[in-house]
Structure formats: structure tokens, C-alpha cells
């Protein structure tokens, strides 16, 4: 670690940020990044971590504003001046990566003109050549291309993972000490979200770059930090170096959060934290987690615990910290299931294209699929596989194919609407992404009961009681019924899909990266809500995920797809912890685990000898 | 339902709300209190405003004011049933063209482009030539000149909600078309057509008061606000409240509903964005 003067990087000093009603969003934040230190800013949707984050850049949106405290940035304060100065300071002393690079890039400027303006405006005086040469460093540093082709294509020419390094490269192009990266790679496949964690990685060895690194993903974020916040209904509740705190975590939060991370290599039950994330306004008396937390006694829920240093450097907001150690973590291994008979659903040969004449392009070539009854099969690949459409084209979504999807001994019709009542009641399908599939402008109750009446048929009394033994299933209360769509949380709307799947009393379920918009504590709970489903309703599932993670939580077997070929079919444990293929092993050594740095010597030995590189 | 009364937090929601409803209480209530009959002579003509009557007298001696409290009924409800027949018919065509895709799409598309390439009057005057002059005539060519830009808007948000994942899902589960579009689209979509639907209603009223001013829709002695400034334009120096009251009567109701539907649009697409992001 550098030496470093007091002024260099982050001081945040009891930062409280408030609305125009009165109510904190966050509150009692103090934060120290140095240069060429790394800190996580991590926590659930709604823990205050973005806010804090663009609180350091002397944004505060518009009803908020920062009521107390004081923030400063490499000597600069950061709070209470005018716009005119903050503008000139961002950029310089601190910048911002946003998470979504295809809309923070303007799509009407070419890559290095929008370098150019960035210098331009930060850099008064200099000179052409001292701006071209430094674009070609900055591009250099992320690893992009400098030749004048690439300087001259606009953002939709490129892949995420290129627009998002463009977006850092503009970040570091003035040389600022700090840079704020709000969930950076969130949105990005595996492989990519490894070479941009790589690129962000060595911007802090090689340059002295500090970094606010914004994640709700813990595995991520111990890979870039070397400290770690963990936020809670604003508050810091524990913060340290990241070997500590997430190694031997002390608050029962933190520890809730690193239960809930799926990992491939052990095949452990994934464990939700109970309740749901308390909202600004609503802070309960006392500790904020106490309504959650297994450990609560009389004395959490009298006033807030302070944040005390229980090791070096390791600060923790909990009363019953010394507790937190002996909670715990169910580790045992789930025992593979064996499944025999015929297949409920049989996938064959089937290729699927898009478009038609001169621009028709086949994106699924000859992919087989089995699943029996009572069986999750995980369908594995990055973004653009085909597992997606796959998928579709099972439910009845897409008829551009060929092949057959045989169900139950029966050939499926390719469009659902040429199937039978009966095919489309038992095959059900949850999608993406639970702020797209529900109708804002239908009520929960009527979104659930619309397949109870026309692929079960049930109707008054019968209907209702389905619609709240579906309610109970997916431990959702009652009165949810008359909410609309988006007076839910992102794991309440999912229940919500999952009810609605449920309804028809289906017996296949297809479910499309279900769990990928949610956060990893609620995740573990939808996980776990499937699992206990699959059990008891004897359901067969089709998981569509990218996550390794989640695969190994929750599949029997494991198909994994590249470029819409088949590259590997295995049972789940084979197919991790001794994979045949080459994708296969690109992708287990991409995916960001917990406290374990891709490559790293602490690999699995099984695993470590066959890892390419 | 508070959320309807949302645009009314807006400054233009209000102002657009108090000039409609003035222009609304005008045409309906203001026949009950017109102090004359609007046919009916009641001193010199062309007299300016006096104690008497209050806006004076136009060319035949009839009072302007009660002439205008008279004027507003036909033009709104005229207007309002053009639009709600252009709209019947743009919302079926826009529908099913955004939604079935494939061949319909590019063939109601194209029938669409024809009639939107027809000038508004000139059309009103060849179809009022062919079938003489009736009100049924009216109201029917506005809808015809209203329909295919409806049909075009329409087909543009239908585009983009019905790759929405619910609808996948009301597919999937085997809905019929009518009931996806009834069920799953319209609801997202009217957010976007009410905004369109007051700028829709204002062209009715402009077009029928023009048709009115050309002598191809109403006709004398009717008393109606196009009508009145077209009659009454000759003698707007003698008496400009003829002219001018009825003109600021058409205004108030096509700026009061444009600021109304705007603000009605802005609401609801916050409320939906908002559900959206979080």
C-alpha cells in the first residue's frame, strides 16, 4: 500500500443524506479511500449504496439533498458548492462509471470524439497532439484498439464489454485520483465481467487509481477490494478489510448475504434471509435488521448499536457480534437424485432461425433436451447461446424451427396457439424479468386468476380458493391480491410470476434466468421457494441461467450451449467439478467466487491442474 | 379514483381543466341561460355592445351573446362524435396492424398512407359535393380525415407493447387475440392515445368550424361558433365582439384540451415509468 497524504483520496465524515419530507435515505456514513486502494460498496436494492456513491460526486437527485457531514475529495470538498465548481471537479478529482454502458454512452458520438470533449473540457490549454496521444493511452490502459477505425465507430458497434470499457476509459481519461463504479459488470456475461474486473484492476495497481466499487455482488466485489462496506437501510453495518469481513463476518447481515452466494463447487442448499428490506421511511426503532435477524434480542430493538471496531480495521454495527461466528451455515451437500422411466419432455434435433430471405440466420443448431419428471435440467451459456430462444420455442413462442419437442409421448404443434388447452395448462413459463411480464395495469389478483379460469376452467368460489392456496405457496400475504405490479419489490413480483406459473397446476416449468434481476438474498429465497415446489408438486424444470452458481444449487443435470451448439451435457457435479469442455472450463474459471480471484492458486485442486492459462 | 385527478397537481392540468369546463358549461348550460333566442331579432343591427345586449347585435339584429351561449353545442358534440368514430376505427386498424406483424401490417399500412396523402378540406368539399351538405356528412368526413393518422399512432405503441413479457405470457397461455389486445395491450397504451386523443378532439373542432366557415357543414340560420365568425366576418369593424366572442369561445376548448391531455399523459407516463425503473 502507498504512503499517502491525508488529502489524496476519499475522507467522508458522518454523511447523512435526507428527503425533502425528512426522512434519511442514509445516515452515519464515513468512508477513507486512498489512491490505489480498492473499497466495495455493497448491499441489497435500497440499502443507500448508490445514493452514497453519487453523494461522493456531488450529486444528490433532485428532493435530496446531503443534511449533514462532510465529504472530501482529494481535498476538495464536495458538498454545498455550486454546480458550476462541482463540474469542474468531476471528471478531475473523481468520475463515475455507470452500470449500463449502452445508455451512458451518447449513441450519436463516436468513441473518440466523446474522449476528445471529455479531455477537452478537463484539460484547458492543451494541445492536439498531447490530446490524441492520450486517448491512445487511455485505450491502451483498458485494452481496446487505437487505431483510427475504432476511434471512429459509435458505441453500438461494440460489445458490452468493449462499451463498458470505454465508459472507464472516459472515466480515467483526466487522470482522477478516485473513480466511483456503480455495479459495473451487473448485465455482463461471465467472461466478460472477468476481463473488465481485470481491466479496473490494473488502473488501481499500475496508476495509483482509487476505486468506490458499487455492487450488490459480494463475489465480485472480493475480487476487486481490499476493503468492504456492507450497507444496510443506510447505514454502514460493518466494514473492514474484505478478508476479514467476508471471511469471518460479524453482523448477522453480512453473514445472511454470504449464506445466500451460490457457489459452483459446492452443491449446499442456498438460504434467503427471512422478511423482506425495511424502506427509507419505514426504519424501525432500534437496529434496522432486528426485524430480521435470527439473533434479535429486547436490547436490538431499543436503540442502534454503534459502529465498534471488534479486530483491526474491522468495524461492526451489532451488539451480539460475538454470536454471529456460531451461526450456522448449512453445508451439507444435497445428494443427486436418480430419475428413470421416459422422459416427460423430449427435445430433438431441433434448430431454430430468425428472420426470413436473405436475412434469415439459423441461432440454434440441432440441440437435444431431456427432462423427466420431477427433474431440474439447467440450460448453460452466456448471452446470444440460444438458450433463450430455445426456451421460447419450447413454450410455444417462437415457430421458426425444426425438430420436434415431443411432450408426454405427444408431438407439440410449434405455436402455442395450435396446442391443446391441455399442452399449454401443463407446460408454464416464467420469464426474465418480473418488471416486463406482469401487466402494471392488472391488480396481482387478476394476473393470477386469468390461467386458473381459462387453463383450469375454475370459476367463483373454486377460483378463489386456488388463487389463495397459490398465495400460501409462494408465501405471499393475502392482501397482495389487490396491488398492482409496481407497488411490488422485484422478489415479491417474481412470487407473483411464479404463482401465476403455478396456477394452472402445470407440470414442466421453464424458467428463463428467473433469479438474475434479484438481489442474491432474494434469490436464495426464489431458489429455495423452487426447490421445496419441485418436491412436493413433483414438478420437471427447465433452468435457464448463465450462473454456475445457481446451476449447482438447484440442477440434476446440466446442458451447456455455446453459439446455439450443444457443448456439453452431464449430470450436475461432473459437469462442474470435472467438465469436458473447453467452454465449459472457460466458464467455471470466469465465474467470480467468493474471496477466490479467477486463476488463483486456491482453485479446487481437481480443478486447478485442467484450467487453461 | 385519486390517480385519474393526478394532472390536476400540474399548472397546465389546471388551466387546461378551467378553460374545457368553461367551454363545456358555455355550450350546454348556456342555451338555459341565453336571455334571447338566437333567431330572434332584437334591435338595429350591427349595434356595438350596450347595457341591452351585453356582445351587440350582428347583421340581422340578433344578439351575438345569446347566439354564442347557443353556438357551442353543435361544434362539441359534433367534434366529440368524429373523434370517438375516428378513433373506433383507427384504434381496430392500428391494433391489429401493430399486432399481427406479417403481411397485415405492410397492407393496412399502406391503405393508411393513401389517406393520410389526401388534404383534410379538400377531401370534406369532394365528399360534400358527391352527397350534399348534412350533418351525418360531416361528422363522418372528419372521422374519415381523423382515422388513418389514429391508425398509424396507434400501430406505433402497439409495436412496442406487444413484445412486452406479459403479453408473451397471455400467448403462451393460449388468450385469444382479442382478448390480448383488449386485456393486455390497450390498458398499456392509453397513456399515449389520451395525450393524442385531446390534440385529435381540437383538429375535429377546427375542422368542423372550418367546414363550417367554407358553407360546407351547418347552415344558416344554425348558430354555431365556426359558422358565427364565418357570417360575421364581413362587419368585424361595426361589431368585432361578433367575431371575437365566438373565436375565443373555440379557443378556450381546443387550448383547454390540449392542456388537459397533455398533462393527463404526463401523469400516467410518470406513474408507468416509475413502476418500471423500480
Known amino acids: 500500500m502507498t504512503d499517502s497524504r491525508p488529502d489524496e483520496g476519499v475522507i467522508a465524515e458522518g454523511v447523512r443524506i435526507t428527503l425533502d419530507n425528512g426522512d434519511d435515505i442514509v445516515e452515519g456514513v464515513s468512508l477513507r479511500v486512498q489512491p490505489g486502494q480498492a473499497l466495495g460498496l455493497v448491499g441489497e436494492s435500497g440499502s443507500g449504496k448508490t445514493t452514497t456513491a453519487l453523494a461522493l460526486l456531488g450529486y444528490t437527485a433532485p428532493g435530496v439533498s446531503v443534511s449533514e457531514g462532510r465529504i472530501d475529495i482529494a481535498g476538495e470538498e464536495m458538498t454545498g458548492r455550486s454546480e458550476r465548481t462541482m463540474r469542474k471537479l468531476r471528471g478531475r478529482v473523481i468520475s463515475y462509471v455507470p452500470q449500463d454502458p449502452a445508455t451512458s454512452l451518447n449513441p450519436a458520438q463516436r468513441i473518440g470524439s466523446g474522449l476528445r470533449v471529455m479531455l477537452a473540457t478537463h484539460r484547458e490549454g492543451a494541445s492536439g497532439s498531447d490530446i490524441e496521444g492520450r486517448i491512445r493511452q487511455v485505450l491502451e490502459d483498458v485494452h481496446l484498439p487505437t487505431d483510427k477505425e475504432f476511434l471512429g465507430r459509435f458505441p453500438h458497434q461494440l460489445s458490452g464489454g468493449q462499451q463498458q470499457r470505454v465508459t472507464i476509459g472516459n472515466a480515467v481519461s483526466c487522470e482522477p485520483p478516485i473513480v466511483v463504479l456503480d455495479e459495473p459488470t451487473t448485465g455482463l456475461d461471465v467472461v466478460t465481467q472477468a476481463r473488465v474486473i481485470e481491466a479496473v484492476d490494473r488502473l488501481r495497481r499500475e496508476h495509483g487509481l482509487g476505486l468506490v466499487y458499487v455492487s450488490h455482488d459480494l463475489a465480485v466485489v472480493s475480487q476487486v477490494a481490499d476493503r468492504v462496506a456492507v450497507m444496510y437501510a443506510g447505514r454502514i453495518v460493518e466494514e473492514g478489510p474484505t478478508e476479514s469481513v467476508l471471511g469471518e463476518p460479524r453482523h448477522p447481515y453480512t453473514r445472511g448475504l454470504i449464506d445466500a452466494i451460490p457457489d459452483p463447487h459446492t452443491t449446499r442448499r442456498l438460504r434467503g434471509i427471512p422478511g423482506i428490506s425495511v424502506g427509507v421511511g419505514e426504519r424501525p426503532e432500534g437496529c434496522s435488521f432486528a426485524p430480521r435477524c435470527s439473533l434479535a434480542i429486547d436490547a436490538c430493538r431499543a436503540a442502534m448499536p454503534t459502529l465498534d471496531e471488534v479486530a483491526v480495521g474491522h468495524g461492526v454495527r451489532c451488539i451480539r457480534w460475538k454470536e454471529v461466528g456460531a451461526l450456522a451455515t448449512d453445508t451439507a451437500p444435497i445428494p443427486p437424485r436418480h430419475l428413470e422411466g421416459e422422459p416427460l419432455l423430449t427435445v430433438e434435433d431441433l434448430c431454430i432461425g430468425y428472420g426470413s430471405g436473405r436475412q434469415a440466420k439459423q ?148 424458467c428463463d434466468e428467473i433469479t438474475s434481476a434479484l438481489d442474491v438474498s432474494v434469490q436464495a429465497a426464489v431458489l429455495e421457494l423452487l426447490e421445496e415446489l419441485r418436491e412436493e408438486l413433483g414438478l420437471a424444470m427447465l433452468f435457464i441461467t448463465h450462473d454456475l452458481g445457481v446451476v449447482s444449487s438447484i440442477a440434476d443435470r446440466g446442458v451447456v450451449l455455446q453459439h446455439g451448439r450443444i457443448c456439453e451435457t452431464a449430470p450436475i457435479r461432473d459437469l462442474l467439478d470435472r467438465p469436458t469442455a473447453d467452454y465449459t472450463r472457460e466458464l467455471l474459471g470466469a465465474a467470480p467466487r467468493l474471496l477466490r480471484r479467477p486463476g488463483d492458486e486456491s482453485e479446487p485442486a481437481h480443478l486447478g491442474a485442467e484450467l487453461p492459462r | 379514483m385519486k390517480e385519474r385527478f393526478k394532472f390536476l397537481r400540474l399548472a397546465s392540468g389546471k388551466i387546461g381543466f378551467g378553460l374545457f369546463l368553461f367551454a363545456i358549461f358555455v355550450a350546454f348550460v348556456g342555451p338555459l341561460l341565453a336571455p334571447h333566442s338566437p333567431n330572434e331579432s332584437v334591435g338595429l343591427p350591427l349595434a356595438g355592445p350596450s347595457g341591452g345586449d351585453l356582445l351587440g347585435t350582428d347583421d340581422l339584429g340578433r344578439d351575438v351573446l345569446s347566439r354564442v351561449l347557443h353556438g357551442g353545442s353543435s361544434v362539441v358534440l359534433l367534434a366529440f362524435i368524429a373523434t370517438v368514430i375516428a378513433y373506433a376505427v383507427g384504434l381496430l386498424v392500428g391494433l391489429i396492424a401493430g399486432y399481427r406483424r406479417g403481411l397485415t401490417d405492410p397492407v393496412l399500412m399502406r391503405g393508411v398512407d393513401v389517406m393520410l396523402s389526401l388534404p383534410p378540406l379538400l377531401f370534406l368539399l369532394v365528399l360534400v359535393t358527391a352527397t350534399g351538405t348534412s350533418t351525418a356528412t360531416l361528422v363522418i368526413g372528419v372521422a374519415i380525415v381523423q382515422a388513418p393518422g389514429i391508425a398509424r399512432l396507434v400501430r406505433t405503441v402497439t409495436l412496442e407493447a406487444s413484445v412486452r413479457g406479459y403479453v408473451e405470457a397471455a400467448i403462451a397461455r393460449g388468450e385469444k387475440t382479442s382478448a390480448i389486445l383488449r386485456r393486455e395491450i390497450l390498458p398499456n397504451i392509453v397513456p399515449s392515445l389520451l395525450a393524442d386523443a385531446g390534440l385529435r378532439f381540437t383538429f375535429s373542432v377546427l375542422l368542423i368550424a372550418a367546414a363550417n366557415f367554407l358553407a360546407i357543414g351547418l347552415q344558416p340560420p344554425s348558430s354555431d361558433w365556426g359558422l358565427m365568425i364565418s357570417l360575421n366576418r364581413k362587419y368585424i369593424s361595426l361589431n368585432p365582439w361578433s367575431v371575437a366572442a365566438p373565436a375565443i369561445m373555440i379557443i378556450c376548448l381546443t387550448v383547454g384540451i390540449n392542456l388537459m391531455g397533455d398533462a393527463i399523459g404526463r401523469t400516467m407516463g410518470r406513474s408507468r415509468a416509475a413502476g418500471w425503473s423500480r
Open chain 1, 363 to 510: 441461432v440454434v443448431h440441432e440441440v437435444k433436451v431431456e427432462l423427466q419428471r420431477g427433474e431440474c435440467v439447467a440450460l448453460i451459456g452466456e448471452s446470444g447461446s440460444g438458450k433463450t430462444t430455445t426456451a421460447r420455442c419450447i413454450a410455444g413462442l417462437h415457430a421458426q424451427a425444426s425438430g420436434s419437442v415431443t411432450f408426454d409421448g405427444e408431438v407439440l404443434p410449434k405455436r402455442a396457439q395450435d396446442r391443446t388447452r391441455d399442452a399449454r395448462r401443463r407446460i408454464q413459463y416464467i420469464f426474465q424479468n418480473p418488471y416486463d411480464s406482469l401487466n402494471p395495469r392488472h391488480n396481482v389478483h387478476d394476473q393470477i386468476m386469468r390461467p386458473i379460469r381459462i387453463l383450469l376452467g375454475l370459476r367463483g368460489a373454486e377460483a378463489e380458493k386456488r388463487f389463495e392456496d397459490l398465495l400460501d405457496r409462494v408465501r405471499l400475504p393475502r392482501q397482495i391480491g389487490k396491488r398492482f405490479p409496481t407497488e411490488l419489490s422485484g422478489g415479491e413480483r417474481q412470487r407473483v410470476a411464479i404463482a401465476r406459473a403455478l396456477a394452472p397446476e402445470p407440470e414442466v416449468l421453464i
